[in-house]
């Protein structure tokens, strides 16, 4: 009989977890609220029903009897393929990990009850008032959604007059009503950035690279991470015994992670978020041209309870790229220069011609992506930071 998985997502992410199902003959139901998603093609059976749903998920689970649930590259979906999971006796990691693990708020408390370093804090919901501490702090602050993902609803506060237009932007993509003012953690060097796979509790795989940032569009979104990164291989094995220690202390069991760490100008390190999920912008395409290890495939073997090899190579310079726009319009031209298409390894278009382009203060306004390798860090370090030369983008405004 066919194994049965149902996957919480259609997008163009949630493509890679979706053709390896295929590929193992598994019955794959996708859901999610939006049927034109392309990765519903690829499936045996679709539901409407949004993947932030807690019943509705339950529901079409009860009804599609599962042997797996996944909700691969996508944060909001993470807790509700736990919380169903765990609910039906399936294999997944503990409902509550990954909900701290989800929710920033939550995560910043567990890192100070764990004596983790984190940055001074505190959340809003909506039915609060404004505390007059927050105009004690120095500036500058961050202020983000507790549960959004992709960049969306950040702000970086400078002077003490954003900050109700920077708490109404955050308000504006949290599910649960609350947001969490931070400071700001000035890093020394670019921010790391990478995936990670656990395996009966314990960090076996770990790949960091490092942001890239267009301070013209938004200076948190990230448009780019280039492996590996130029930190030290020191200071990222410490990183990476931290990483351990959250994954241990908090109970991940299985599965992959994607991380985001700063080191602060005193040294300090400051692990901002770990994902319990595998990462967007095809992070695991990306790692698998570079390291050879094959997330995906880990994935579902893990659910399988088949053997996970980490393979032991030097990791090759690679990347990927989000080709975005600072413009609003409708995107009437992509064309890219013959010079980068040897480094090319995989382009996934998001928006077609004829179709609305918004600015880049979220990942939910990417273009396209490119998945590009390289032979050596300076060459790639040339085509990320000049990648507009080689991109040509036209768009009617609007």
């Given amino acids: ?45 679709y539901f ?25 590259a996508s ?13 039906l006796g399936l294999p997944s990691n503990s409902y509550q990990s990954v909900k701290i693990l989800s929710e ?19 959340s809003l919901s909506r039915n609060n008032y404004l505390e007059k501490k927050i105009y004690s702090w120095g500036l500058p602050i961050i202020i983000k959604p507790t549960d959004s993902s992709g ?5 970086r506060v400078d002077h003490y007059n954003q900050i109700e237009k920077a708490i109404s932007y955050a308000f504006e993509f949290s599910r649960n009503n609350r947001i969490i003012i931070e400071e700001f953690i000035d890093s ?5 950035h990478g995936d990670g796979f656990v395996l009966n509790g314990k960090l ?90 094959n997330m995906v495939k880990a994935l579902l073997d893990v659910l399988e309870n088949k053997i996970i090899e980490i393979p032991d190579i030097p990791i090759k310079h690679g990347a990927y790229y989000v080709i975005h726009s600072n413009t609003t319009g409708t995107l009437s031209g992509l064309s890219i220069n013959s010079k980068i298409s040897p480094f090319i390894k995989e382009f996934h278009q998001y928006i077609n011609l004829g179709e609305k382009v918004i600015p880049f203060t979220g990942a939910n306004a990417a273009i396209g992506i490119l998945l590009l390798t390289f032979n050596n860090r300076e060459e790639m370090k040339y085509y990320i930071k000049n990648m507009k030369k080689f991109i040509t983008l036209k768009i009617l405004k609007t």
């Fill in 75 to 87: 944060d909001p979906a993470a807790p509700i393929a736990a919380y169903v999971s765990e609910q």
């Fill in 48 to 72: 409407n029903v949004s993947t932030t749903d807690y019943q509705g998920i339950l529901k079409v689970a009860k009804k599609v009897n599962p042997d797996f649930l996944v909700a691969y």
């Fill in 204 to 293: 076996v795989f770990s790949s960091l690279g490092d942001h890239w940032y267009d301070s013209e569009c938004n200076p948190f979104v990230p448009y780019a991470t280039t492996w590996p990164s130029e930190t030290s291989n020191e200071i990222i094995k410490k990183v990476e015994l931290e990483v351990a220690r959250v994954i241990q202390n908090i109970g991940l069991k299985n599965g992959p992670i994607n991380i985001e760490a700063r080191i602060d100008i005193h040294g300090k390190i400051f692990i901002m978020e770990i994902g319990p999920r595998s990462g967007g912008n095809f992070v695991p395409q990306i790692l698998n041209y570079i390291t050879n290890f």
């Fill in 1 to 45: 009989m066919r194994k049965r998985i149902l996957c919480l997502g259609g997008a163009y992410a949630q493509i890679p977890i979706i053709k390896e199902a295929k590929k193992r003959n598994y019955y794959i139901i996708t859901c999610d609220y939006l049927p034109e998603n392309p990765g519903h093609r690829f499936s045996d059976e």
């Fill in 188 to 192: 020394r060097g670019k921010q790391l």
């Fill in 151 to 155: 960049s969306k609803g950040v702000s």
């Fill in 104 to 122: 920033k708020d939550l995560f910043r408390n567990f890192l100070i009850e764990n004596s983790f370093n984190t940055p001074k804090h505190f």
